[in-house]
């Protein structure tokens, strides 16, 4: 079955950028755009940040935004705030047999 | 305003089903634009797909179920439906339900905790 890789964790102090990155192949993240992100703080569910690769949902903040270059797919938090402390989530569309996976999950802490 | 809420039993006996109901508020699960999912979270651990449906019935499963997964949808009482059946500990988990839309899962009910224990 498909899998896609996160980083464990990643850290950044406020007002920095950081990025996330979720790596695949050209099963997945490298053979469509399908890819989304996901923010989840603990004990909630998740809140959509990104669609199709680069597309922002009403509502989310500009300082969120996505690429995709290749078979990886990053998420990049500009300005960051102590509130984006979370577990972020990319999801990806991994061909007709397997549909969608999510990659493993990434740790933000904001020091 | 648009919400999901998911129902059902918090303990499952090993090797029993799995049966869970999501109900959507504010939009009709009738509109072709979206498809209807599951996805769970066990303790401590990331996200899994579980499927898809669509209100024709039309479902996807995550092949790593191994055909256990079944979804259904309910257009007269606005809700849709999984069960999966054989159930162990490694199904114990947060149970999501979600809209699809434009490849993504936009709205996102507040999950439900199942834990599989005798």
């Known amino acids: 079955q498909s899998a896609v890789t996160q980083p464990a964790s990643v850290s950044g102090s406020p007002g920095q950028s950081i990025t996330i990155s979720c790596s695949g192949t050209s099963s997945d993240i490298g053979g469509s755009d399908l890819v989304s992100w996901y923010q989840q703080h603990p004990g909630k569910a998740p809140k959509l940040l990104i669609f199709?690769?680069?597309k922002r949902p009403s509502g989310v903040s500009n300082r969120f935004s996505g690429s995709i270059s290749d078979n990886t797919a990053s998420l990049t938090i500009s300005g960051l705030q102590a509130e984006d402390e979370a577990d972020y989530y990319c999801c990806s569309f991994a061909g007709t047999d397997t549909l969608w996976v999510f990659g493993g999950g990434t740790k933000l802490t904001v020091l | 305003q648009v919400q999901l809420r998911e129902s059902g039993p918090g303990l499952v006996r090993p090797s029993e089903t799995l049966s869970l109901t999501c109900t959507v508020s504010?939009?009709?699960?009738?509109?072709?634009?979206?498809?209807w999912g599951w996805v769970r979270q066990p303790p401590g651990k990331g996200l899994e797909w579980i499927g898809n449906?669509?209100?024709?019935?039309?479902?996807f499963y995550n092949p790593s179920l191994k055909s256990r997964g079944s979804m259904s949808a309910d257009t007269s009482n606005n809700q849709f439906s999984l069960r999966l059946t054989s159930v162990t500990a490694a199904d114990t988990a947060v149970y999501f339900c979600?809209?699809?839309?434009?490849?993504?899962?936009?709205?996102w009910g507040q999950g439900i905790m199942v834990t599989v224990s005798s």
């Open positions: 979600a809209r699809k839309v434009n490849d993504a899962f936009d709205v």
């Open positions: 504010g939009v009709s699960i009738n509109i072709n634009d979206y498809y």
């Open positions: 199709e690769g680069t």
């Open positions: 449906v669509f209100h024709s019935g039309t479902s």
